[in-house]
């Protein structure tokens, strides 16, 4: 029953704005990335909690933990409206081109009214890069727990990372041209993102490798060289193109295995 | 000697500035992208049109033919070194970031002065663009021609694009990442001249293909791959990284002849 006090996901891209302080006597409960606010009478009482907070948007902004009385699934809409309007605005004008003006006149709303959802320029593009990376993260290393061989497992993880290049070219393109823009400690943080998926790459390599399944010359520019194919679909591939999805990556499975000198 | 009467090769990309029309009674000479200015009693006697254009900075805009009377060792000079710190700037800040004062400035020039060499902030993106994607197709064309065995071919492509893109970085990235912010007639050039590179990298896959050498399952992904995998080293290469240059290319001579399928 707890997870029902934890009205969403907090990480540091979705930050809330801040709706005014919490009432006093509630408490913040803070579960791993999730935050929850509890009055302090119902502290395990989870009836009485709820009650308190039912309809309540709680956020933290900062160290400060703030409560709204926003309606909650409305508000998480409109911010991947905003993320979904600035990620087409930052892939066709580019990022620095678009501004908070323009990503409000593309979901009919007033500028101010976006800086309830993300409190700059710079938390959309940190929130497009951090789901994506998150994303890849978990599917990379979904593949690389995907059979004791690891042959098939380049084979999971190239199908995955193509048809992510293929499904989210628009999240793909703007990450890699443009997560240079973000402040450096969210550079950081999406670079360690980065760098974590990579890993997931380099050590089937390296496993295959040692099995004798693969032929390397090195790991890390190895890895490099199967991120670098499925960046660049993302920037060749069109729907309406003379090549299937589903034959591009299947192409690519064989290019990545022959890449790595599979035996 | 009729060389002698054009004084500065013209390319869309570096069209000087209009200094003052041409005197009434001048001729324009038109070699190839060479432009002259004669007089036209000395038509024929290139003494004469040598000595009237001495010390004159010849152009063209548009349609209009130009004559100025700055040295032109010194102009073409000038027009390099706003050219470098621009492209420092765009790989720094981004394209659309970087304004025609800033480049003034890192240049020490007024920017009214930065409009004499070029005319706007994309002329010298192009510039950037159409260089060093001129040196590409060159160089590419080169290692195709530089041994009858596909193989070696390969070997050579990959060799001097890995070396471009070591050599280059900056300008591969600002190239790669924000070509997009050409006007459409500009990225039109600049993406035939990338395809012409591309195509003879294709061929040389198609040939070894037909003796039997290379393997690939699709010759336009094989070659889209081995692309990127050169412009990706230009993202992650550090002159003081782990892997000094020569492994990079050696590397990756390797990665591209299994990823053809080499045999």
């Given at each position: 029953m707890l997870e029902e006090l934890f009205f969403e996901p907090l990480t540091p891209g979705v930050l809330p704005a801040t709706f005014g302080e919490v009432s006093?006597?509630?408490?913040?409960?803070?579960?791993?990335?999730?935050?929850?606010?509890?009055?302090?009478d119902g502290q395990g009482e989870l009836g009485d909690a709820r009650s308190a907070c039912a309809g309540h948007r709680i956020g933290r902004e900062g160290g400060t933990v703030t409560m709204g009385t926003r309606d909650l699934g409305?508000?998480?809409?409109?911010?991947?409206?905003?993320?979904?309007?600035?990620?087409?605005?930052?892939?066709?004008?580019g990022y620095e081109a678009a501004s908070m003006r323009q990503i409000a006149a593309a979901v009919g709303n007033q500028p101010a009214s976006l800086y309830n959802h993300y409190p700059s320029k710079e938390e959309i593009l940190w929130a497009i890069c951090e789901e994506a990376m998150l994303t890849l993260i978990t599917r990379g290393q979904e593949a690389a727990a995907s059979s004791p061989d690891p042959v098939e497992q380049l084979r999971a993880f190239v199908r995955q990372h193509i048809r992510f290049h293929i499904d989210h070219r628009e999240e793909a393109r703007v990450i890699n041209q443009q997560m240079t823009r973000l402040g450096r400690e969210r550079y950081r943080q999406v670079t360690a993102m980065r760098d974590d998926y990579e890993r997931s790459l380099r050590r089937i390599l390296r496993r295959g490798a040692r099995r004798g399944r693969f032929h390397v010359p090195d790991y890390r520019m190895a890895s490099y060289a199967i991120l670098a194919i499925g960046m660049h679909v993302s920037v060749w591939y069109r729907p309406d193109g003379?090549?299937?999805?589903?034959?591009?990556?299947?192409?690519?499975?064989?290019?990545?295995l022959q890449l790595a000198g599979t035996r």
């Open positions: 006093a006597g509630h408490l913040a409960v803070i579960d791993g990335d999730n935050l929850g606010v509890m009055h302090p409305a508000r998480r809409d409109a911010a991947a409206t905003i993320k979904k309007a600035a990620l087409s605005l930052f892939s066709d004008v003379p090549s299937p999805a589903s034959a591009v990556v299947r192409h690519h499975e064989q290019l990545a």
